[in-house]
């Protein structure tokens, strides 16, 4: 593989740069967490919105969807505390965070190999 004026170079990715995907992987890994927990919560009301149901005086339920948000998060905040916009967000964690990290490694492998 010959670059610029004459110079080969061998195109080996795996030249010196194992802290590289490290850093790639552990960058990834923290991004798709931090997404996770700034998503979940606006995620949990939209939800909560979509399936808001009302019992009805003969025990059976009726869909009734609210169209506000700030009232649905309020809700969640005094009925399960804060931590109540974060459940289930353990298992949207597991899957994002290694998901991500391949995701940037793959994205930093493909600089090095384009640039050599």
Known sequence: FVVGEGKS???DIHDHHEDGSLKSLLAGGVGGTFEVLTDHPIDLVKVRMQTATTLTISGTSSVKPSKHFLPILSHVVRQEGFTGLFQGASVRVASHM????????????????VRQ
């Open 98 to 113: 290694p998901a991500t990290a391949v995701s940037f490694c793959g994205y930093d492998w493909g600089k090095r190999l």
């Open 9 to 11: 170079h061998d195109l």
